[in-house]
């Protein structure tokens, strides 16, 4: 069923467990078990009482309205705003002096803001886009790097009722005008630049190519990060950042939002060509990162919390800033790259902030573990008290290093699945409560009724494999793609009447622990981010030299995943290093450096059915040098023979 089900067969074997330890167990923000039977009893009334627990100017009069299904209203007629709810509501105590963010450069510079800086600032810089006539309902596109400016500019978006849409700083040029135009934004918030390992990332060379012509961009806001673009700014559209927020008003009146009104998109890869923006609304999704937040990470008043993750993704949106935030806890964010200066800087940081929660994605981890231990040795890292994984399914090995030699064998590992479109994470432990097994995310959050059925919609229970569904609306789903009703609909709710379709499949063992196997569709996850098959492949035959190309996922120790693609080349082009080369810097090119081709494989001709359909299966087992699947569906068996004899044995 799945690219990946050969090598997570072993996983289903792995059988050490560990059960909460006894003094994490006595201070956890939940611990009791029943939780699960109470919530899956009413989940609207669970779901309710979180969402009390947020601030709102106006009560809700309807929890769930799913009478146009798939199309959810959650908290129906309620009104707030979620930068009062990650601000202001924190202003009035003692967490008015908290560190609500601790930001770390590159280059080693850092900052706090504490919730009355974080207030202030987002009030001035919400001040400015309403200066340059961003009004409640414009969308605004923010292209930055992992600056304290982005979840400034994200809460001042919030503020104002401007969905924002964040483009990760990785993207081409090209990437961000098709996710602008699909927007119709009128600013865009920019950098002059960004540090990674050393060297500048630039961000409004790719800004500024972005809009070149026809573009519903009217303004462009630019942080001064490195000083690297002063004579790029060009005058009557682009305005730097300090002079918009230079002399506005230290309030910002936060704008009332109707419960369903959309805080933000997010841009994520599909199985066609083009991209989807993502929609999100207000209550419900910050209803369910608020909850996930302070159950699953255990958020205390006094935990230094850091999530690893870009911004630009969805796991930042909601992990580093709003979750977070919502719970008035201090969020660290760092600009940089985890071998800077040295490979152990992701530890220097941890010791020097005292963070007490760390987290990352399982390739990160297989990264440092292949460095090795004494890296993270070189630290004092007594503070972590808890530890979280997200974007990938973790093999156990480095499950078990991570607890080890990060969590010096006393934190909890939480591995939370989840998607950009379930906004929040929908199957984890509860640390307090949740015996663990390396490489399972164990149980779906309470209140989320998940599921693995067969092709035939047939439940398949303990023991057994399919794919994962979920039954029943969430306050933080998806609301739809933007734009696109049809394809919201046609993408996630037709497979199953009712029932919403991960795209990922799954095994139960025989406690129930879900074991993740990676996605079914033509989605690729590289490093822990998701790459459309169809994007690389379509930017590839955007290339004057290529016929025809088919990508796949091969499994990679590292990244989990890599990109290789088969390419028949036009006739009249030799087949040279050099046309390699050329290739793998056009698809970085024309989508971002994460989607280069880590292959390229040349055929004569690509394996298809007799109705013309690429099998891609055939072209894996090719990547991965195993023994070709059935065949007898091919128009020529002889095509795949010939690429396994060219490339099968490379591996
Ligand atoms: C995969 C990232 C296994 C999965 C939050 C999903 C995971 C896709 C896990 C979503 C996990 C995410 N275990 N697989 N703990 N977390 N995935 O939208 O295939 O960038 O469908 O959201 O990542 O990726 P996205």
Redesign the pocket.
């Known amino acids: 069923m799945t690219q990946n089900t050969g090598a997570f067969e072993a996983l289903l074997q792995e059988d050490r467990t560990y059960p909460p330890p006894p003094d994490f167990a006595a201070h956890a923000n939940i611990a009791d078990p029943a939780v699960y039977e109470e919530a899956n009893r009413d989940p609207q009334a669970f779901w309710a009482r979180f969402a009390g627990e947020l601030d709102w100017f106006k009560p809700w009069d309807t929890v769930l309205d799913w009478s146009n299904a798939p199309f959810a209203q959650w908290f129906v007629g309620g009104q707030l705003n979620v930068s009062y709810n990650c601000i202001d509501r924190h202003l009035n105590g003692p967490r008015k002096n908290k560190a609500a963010i601790i930001w770390e450069g590159e280059p080693g510079d850092w900052q706090v803001y504490t919730y009355r800086d974080l207030y202030r600032e987002v009030c001035k810089f919400a001040n400015g886009l309403k200066s340059l006539g961003v009004e409640k309902g414009d969308r605004v596109t923010i292209y930055l790097p992992m600056v304290p400016e982005l979840p400034i500019a994200m809460l001042a978006c919030a503020r104002i009722g401007a969905p924002h849409s964040i483009v990760f700083g990785g993207f081409s040029a090209e990437s961000l005008r098709d996710r602008i135009e699909d927007s119709q934004s009128k600013v865009m918030i920019t950098a002059d630049g960004g540090w990674r390992r050393g060297n500048i990332i630039p961000l409004k060379q790719n800004a500024d190519a972005s809009i070149e012509g026809d573009t519903p961009v009217e303004n462009v806001v630019v942080v001064r990060r490195t000083a690297h673009a002063d004579d790029m700014m060009q005058a009557g559209r682009d305005v730097w950042w300090h002079d918009l927020v230079a002399n506005q008003p230290l309030t910002c009146e936060p704008e009332p939002m109707d419960s369903e009104d959309m805080l933000f998109m997010l841009y994520?890869s599909g199985t066609t060509g083009k991209p989807k923006g993502i929609v999100h609304t207000t209550g419900g999704y910050l209803t369910g990162t608020y909850a996930t937040s302070k159950w699953i990470f255990d958020l205390k008043e006094d935990d230094v919390y850091w999530c690893t993750a870009d911004i630009g993704?969805?796991?930042g949106h909601s992990y580093i800033v709003y979750g977070p935030l919502a719970n008035g806890a201090t969020s660290v964010m760092y600009e940089g790259s985890p071998d800077w200066p040295d490979r152990d800087r992701f530890w220097a940081i941890v010791e020097k902030y005292g963070c007490t929660i760390c987290y990352t994605a399982p390739t990160a981890i297989r990264t440092f573990m292949r460095w090795g231990e004494e890296y993270p040795n070189r630290h004092d890292m007594s503070s972590l008290r808890l530890l979280g994984?997200?974007?990938?399914?973790?093999n156990p090995e480095a499950w078990v290093w991570y607890w080890q030699h990060i969590g010096g064998g006393r934190c909890p590992v939480v591995?939370?699945?989840?998607?950009?479109?379930t906004g929040a994470v929908m199957?984890?432990p509860l640390p307090g409560i949740t015996t663990l097994k390396p490489g399972s995310?164990t149980q779906a959050f309470p209140g989320i009724e998940a599921a693995i059925l067969d092709e035939q919609g047939n439940e398949i229970g303990p023991g057994g494999g399919g794919y994962l569904v979920i039954r029943q609306p969430w306050p933080s789903m998806l609301r739809g793609i933007y734009g696109d009703p049809e394809r919201f609909v046609q993408q996630y709710w037709s497979n199953y009447e009712g029932i919403y379709f991960?795209?990922?499949g799954a095994k139960l063992d025989e406690e129930s622990y879900y074991w993740?196997l990676?996605?079914v569709d033509d989605?690729i996850?590289v490093s822990?981010?998701?790459i459309s098959t169809m994007e690389v492949e379509s930017a590839l035959v955007d290339n004057l030299k290529v016929a025809e190309a088919a990508c796949i996922g091969r499994s990679h120790e590292v990244k989990g995943q890599a990109i290789v693609a088969f390419v028949t080349l036009k006739d009249q082009v030799g087949r040279s290093d050099a046309v390699i080369a050329e290739l793998k810097q056009h698809v970085a090119g024309k989508i971002g450096p994460m989607a280069r081709p880590d292959d390229i494989y040349f055929a004569a001709e690509l394996p298809k059915t007799r109705s013309g359909k690429i099998m891609r299966r055939l072209l894996r087992d090719v990547a991965e040098g195993r023994a070709l699947g059935d065949t007898t569906t091919l128009a020529d068996p002889a095509v795949v023979e010939m690429l396994k004899e060219q490339y099968g044995d490379e591996e």
């Open positions: 994520t993704w969805v796991t994984t997200v974007g990938e399914p973790i591995d939370t699945w989840w998607q950009t479109e199957i984890a995310a991960t795209s990922d993740l990676g996605r989605v996850n822990a981010h998701r």
